[in-house]
């Protein structure tokens, strides 16, 4: 989870990363390794515990994205469940969390003509008009419950949406591999789930024939076909 504080005087916003214990999986030392510190554990903000969270707070110029991930222990990855956005690694099928800052411009202060700064007016700005506001034209894509396909429990379905796969759509276009990768990056824990039929599944709920998802859960034993 990501909390932003602009500076109101420098171009620099602190930024509150927060992973979940339940992330965490009973981790020792969470570290946050990125673009900003050249992904080093050894530059790495540490993390720390809380009652429900790991937590810290990073100073990082405004206008800018950045590239992250939480290390855990030195050996586990794991993204950010409520990142800005999510974008391939180098290494295939794994994605990194991505903060996005915006650009905080400068208050402008007013000048007299030599040179030196004016004192505030005191007169009152005369009220804007009211504007009717444009209805959006963009459609915001509600996440699907992607429990409902037979082999992804709330842990995984997590480590999905983490990886920008969040409706059943994304699901059906997603090739094995890159499932597979998105698992392996998780840890030993879920090295071991088959998601070869998780894309024919997520098809059939995509259209909401679900008489004939019932019918290919009826031949799958945890996801994978006996």
Not at 137 to 160: F, M, N, S, Y
Request: with cysteine; proline share 4%.
């Amino acid at each position: 989870m990501l909390k932003k504080t602009y500076s109101k005087t420098k171009p620099v916003c602190k930024v509150t990363f927060t992973l979940p214990l339940e992330a965490a999986k009973g981790a020792k030392d969470v570290r946050i390794l990125g673009e900003f510190n050249d992904w080093s554990w050894e530059n790495g903000y540490r993390m720390k515990a809380g009652k429900a969270a790991f937590s810290t707070n990073v100073e990082l110029e405004a206008g800018k994205a950045y590239q992250f991930r939480y290390l855990i222990d030195n050996h586990i990855w794991e993204n950010d469940w409520a990142a800005d956005s999510y974008v391939g690694s180098p290494y295939h099928g794994i994605t990194n969390s991505v903060v996005v800052l915006e650009a905080k411009a400068a208050k402008p202060v007013a000048k007299k003509s030599n040179g030196k700064a004016a004192p505030a007016s005191k007169a009152k700005p005369k009220a804007a008009k009211p504007v009717a506001a444009k209805k959006a034209t963009a459609k915001t894509v509600a996440a699907d419950k992607l429990t409902k396909i037979e082999g992804i429990g709330p842990k995984i379905e997590g480590l999905l949406k983490a990886a920008g796969i969040t409706t059943f759509a994304e699901l059906s276009k997603a090739k094995k591999a890159t499932l597979k990768g998105i698992l392996n990056a998780a840890g030993k824990r879920y090295q071991m789930h088959d998601p070869s039929t998780w894309a024919e599944q997520a098809k059939l709920a995509a259209k909401a024939e679900w008489t004939k998802l019932a019918k290919l859960q009826d031949e799958l034993k945890g996801g994978k076909r006996a």
